[in-house]
């Protein structure tokens, strides 16, 4: 999954960007509202988590102007400010959720967890394709019954495919999605990352659930063609 954090702290920044990447998340990084707008206008992403006070346009004007384009795109809002008009006034713009700072981090990732699950079917806590499980709030994911370790970047491309299942995913939709912007779309990163997710999930197993759509792309699918 992939999230755009604007915060005009640099040590803020740091610290938020570095603990969402270390549970898997892709993260490109705003310090002020205009720089934000652009790169949601250039780039798909899955949650967008703003700081209201920000240099040029504030966080109430950028989430003004997401939801004027049409775009549903989650938007947690962050702020120091704890008054409840602020609160409301986050609201009314647009945000689906508001956090005040200082805040638990642990709280921070329970409320993405919570915002990821909302696209246009809510989303389980766990998803099952055949004998797949994938814990999305444990990161643990288990083939028939047996657990298997992914590193950060596996597990978020496979989580990535369970959200879309049975859904042919194109090379570019993928980077879009699971890496940030400094991925190099012309690199073979992503079927190197396919293959060894193939070789965990599915090697020792009948069912292949991992395929290949030639011209097209990949598919996390439960159907035997191939």
Not at 75 to 84: E, F, G, H, N, P
Not at 105 to 110: I, K, P, R
Not at 136 to 152: D, F, G, S
Request: proline letters at 3%; glycine letters at 6%; charged letters at 30%.
């Amino acid at each position: 999954m992939r999230i755009l954090l604007v915060e005009d702290e640099p040590s803020a920044a740091r610290m938020l960007a570095k603990g969402l990447r270390e549970q898997g998340y892709a993260v490109d990084l705003a310090a002020d509202g205009e720089e934000a707008l652009y790169q949601q206008s250039i780039n798909e992403y899955d949650l967008v988590i703003l700081d209201i006070m920000l240099p040029r346009r504030d966080g109430f004007d950028v989430c003004r102007s997401i939801r004027s384009e049409g775009s549903t795109v989650p938007i947690l809002m962050l702020t120091a400010r704890d008054a409840v008009d602020d609160r409301i006034s986050g609201l009314d713009c647009g945000a689906d959720d508001y956090l005040t700072k200082p805040f638990d981090f642990g709280e921070l990732l329970a409320r993405v967890r919570a915002l990821l699950r909302r696209p246009d079917v809510l989303l389980p806590a766990a998803i099952t394709i055949a004998d797949l499980e994938i814990n999305i709030h444990a990161h643990r994911v288990k083939r028939a019954n047996q657990e298997i370790q992914l590193t950060l970047k596996e597990y978020a491309l496979l989580e990535y495919f369970a959200r879309n299942v049975d859904r042919v995913l194109g090379r570019a939709e993928i980077a879009e999605h699971v890496w940030d912007q400094s991925f190099d779309l012309f690199s073979n990163l992503i079927e190197v990352y396919i293959q060894r997710l193939r070789r965990k999930i599915d090697d020792g197993h009948v069912l292949k659930l991992i395929q290949t759509r030639r011209g097209e792309g990949y598919v996390l699918t439960t159907s035997h063609e191939s």
